[in-house]
């Protein structure tokens, strides 16, 4: 089993940033990669960005690309999200996940999740 915690959301302005943190716990060593996701209300849960637990490969989706940054700290077993140039569009929760294998995009693919932490940007 793998805990995943997350933290750092909260309300900012548009045009504002902040750092997610996710603190992992348990089975680490078992995990390949881990993702970003957020929810909006009334929408599907999307993929944002993924860093692969060893390498430390990132890929990001288009709509993030240049305003987030997923890096890791592995003696802490943490993971963050850098968001800067936040737009009103970045409001959800935001949840980290774990995967031990499969398309890093997919997120059928991750085994474990955190409990989500809201971001909400006001324009």
């Known amino acids: 089993q793998v805990q995943l915690v997350e933290s750092g959301g909260e309300l900012v302005q548009a045009g504002g940033s902040l750092r997610l943190s996710c603190a992992t716990s348990?089975?680490?060593?078992?995990?390949?990669?881990m993702g970003w996701f957020r929810q909006a209300p009334g929408k599907e849960r999307e993929f944002v960005a993924v860093?692969?637990?060893?390498?430390?490969?990132?890929y990001y989706a288009d709509f993030v690309k240049g305003r987030f940054t997923v890096s890791r700290d592995n003696a802490k077993n943490t993971v963050y999200l850098q968001m800067n140039s936040l737009k009103p569009e970045d409001t959800a929760v935001y949840f980290c996940?774990?995967?031990?294998?499969?398309?890093?995009?997919?997120?059928?693919?991750?085994?474990?999740w955190g409990q989500g932490t809201q971001v909400t940007v006001s324009s």
């Open positions: 996940a774990a995967a031990t294998g499969g398309m890093y995009y997919n997120r059928l693919a991750y085994a474990y």
């Open positions: 348990g089975r680490t060593f078992s995990i390949s990669h």
């Open positions: 860093i692969t637990w060893s390498a430390g490969s990132t």
